[in-house]
């Protein structure tokens, strides 16, 4: 059976998105196409934080979000089921390496403990996952995942960005030490 022209190209294009969508490196290609297009960044400075928001620790202990006044804080929205999600976590890791005793960082979830924990445990990642006590403050509402918040000393949004971003990047280290030094 020979095929036309025309049939081989919808054969073609739906073994893509049959790869896509149905196979393990799904999460690899969606986390490259994410990183393709630039992630949704604003530049504009939110002051006024509200510190009022309980944290369940998931791989450890609770946490008041009152004890991140006064540090530079990395508040992370993610689930294990996300792509992209899944994408960045190895850059999110390896900054956290580097910054944990520097930089509060907050990784926030829906999922229940055991999910968030399996997963965590098969990739060896270490970073402290959450889940809420009490309602998001209304200045790190998203509807969207990923999605990274980066307050520095002041309690000043200086980072939101929405999709995937290398974190381990020298620019973003970068940016981590100039507010740190602040």
Known sequence: MVLSKSQ?????????????????????????????????????????????????????????????????????FWATWCPPCRAEMPSIQKLYNDYMDKVEFVFITNEKAETVNSFLNKKNYSLPSYNEKNKTPSEFYTSSIPTTFVLNKKGEIVEYIVGVKDWNSSSFRKKLDDLLAK
């Open 8 to 76: 081989r190209s919808n054969l073609i294009f739906f073994g893509i998105l049959a790869l896509i969508f149905f196979t393990p490196l799904r999460g690899h290609i969606q986390g490259f196409i994410h990183r393709l297009i630039q992630p949704e960044l604003t530049d504009r400075v939110i002051e006024d934080i509200d510190y009022n928001w309980k944290l369940k620790g998931l791989n450890t202990n609770d946490y008041n979000f009152e004890d991140a006044k006064g540090k530079v804080v990395f508040v992370n």
